[in-house]
């Protein structure tokens, strides 16, 4: 059996022959659970096999204009990591945010072993414990190296970490935002997420998870979600937010739908190769903000030490189960 490397989670990272995407929605699922089963000895046992429980929350935000934090691969417990944390309360101390969403690998390099790690101290408390708002994560794979239950089931004395469900969706009148968990590659998971994006009533829909379907880093594009993903986002959800290569990206849309990478949190960098498909890529510590309302989705990148990197508006919403015509984005701030 093939031996992969412990960086990259295999299962998402197998360059498939064209006829496996002929027939990928038939044997896709039935292909990644054989490498979550067999092929990928870090996952922890207790992880294999965890139940497909989706949850829904209504969130308590303004209807006229939200604003959230999205952080991700930031769990190094490094000098990045707080950085960056000290420059979200100093963003947040100037225009605070309703809320946040993680989008994986919350801990390294092997998540947390249980509701009483001292990770949790020295990694969330310590760093995001202060923000004053509620952060729901996603998981990535290192998160999968350690208790994935440990996460679901922490209670933050902080209340920060709001974690409902490993896929949920967190619902507004404004915005419909869908966590996804990239590490679990059923059907059963698409489907469900094909529901939700159908029968959103929101304004905007935005999708998040760890792996991200294009990148100019050091994971590349992934030809798995480009395949059993990328098909239900494309002229439907505004952006699909990701992380897992340690920078800053946004990538130009697809029939409105646009590709952000939030990886630079804390964990360690990694360097970028040129790629045309980009509107902005940065091996940099950073977080992205985004400002939401009606008429726009105001997107941000921030770095290490707060100062703003980027920022592009994207003006209309996809709206595929409507048939309506998308728009891109604006052309960024200089």
Same mark, same amino acid.
């Given at each position: ?19 496996? $995407? ?17 092929? =990928? ?19 308590? @935000? ?45 801990? =390294? ?18 760093? /995001? ?14 998160? /999968? ?49 094909? $529901? ?8 905007? +829909?935005?999708? /998040? ?17 480009? @395949? ?23 990538? +130009? ?29 940065? @091996?940099? =510590? ?46 960024? @701030?200089?």
């Amino acid at each position: 059996m093939t031996t992969f490397d412990a960086e990259k989670f295999p299962v998402w990272f197998v360059r498939p022959r064209v006829w496996w $995407k002929r027939a990928a929605a038939v044997w896709l699922p039935a292909l990644l659970l054989l490498g979550l089963s067999g092929c =990928y000895s870090r996952i922890s046992d207790g992880n294999r096999g965890l139940p497909f429980a989706p949850a829904e929350v209504e969130l308590q @935000t303004p209807n006229t204009m939200v604003r959230v934090l999205v952080l991700g691969d930031f769990g190094q417990g490094s000098g990045g990591q707080r950085d960056v944390a000290r420059a979200i309360a100093n963003v947040h101390a100037a225009e605070p945010f309703d809320f946040g969403v993680t989008v994986g690998d919350n801990f =390294y390099e092997r998540g947390v072993s249980s509701v009483a790690d001292a990770k949790w101290h020295s990694r969330w408390e310590e760093p /995001y414990g202060n923000l004053g708002f509620p952060i729901y994560p996603t998981l990535g794979n290192h998160d /999968y190296y350690g208790d994935v239950q440990a996460q679901l089931d922490y209670e933050s004395p902080s209340n920060t970490w709001r974690f409902p469900a490993r896929q949920y969706v967190l619902r507004s009148e404004l915005v419909d935002l869908v966590a996804i968990d990239t590490m679990d590659p059923r059907a059963q998971q698409y489907g469900w997420l094909n $529901k939700i994006l159908a029968e959103s009533k929101a304004h905007w +829909k935005i999708v /998040y998870g760890h792996h991200p379907i294009f990148s100019a880093g050091y994971h590349g594009d992934n030809e798995l979600l480009e @395949t059993a993903l990328l098909p239900l986002l494309r002229g439907r959800a505004a952006i699909y937010l990701a992380g897992h290569d340690h920078d800053l990206q946004h990538f +130009k849309p697809i029939e409105g739908t646009h590709f952000v990478i939030s990886g630079g949190g804390g964990a360690r960098l990694r360097q970028l190769r040129p790629d045309p498909r980009t509107l902005f890529a940065q @091996t940099m =510590y950073g977080f992205t903000r985004l400002e939401i309302d009606e008429a726009r989705i105001h997107l941000e990148m921030f770095d290490r030490n707060g100062k703003r990197v980027y920022d592009a508006n994207i003006r209309e919403q996809p709206d595929r189960d409507r048939e309506k015509q998308t728009a891109g984005a604006e052309a960024p @701030t200089p």
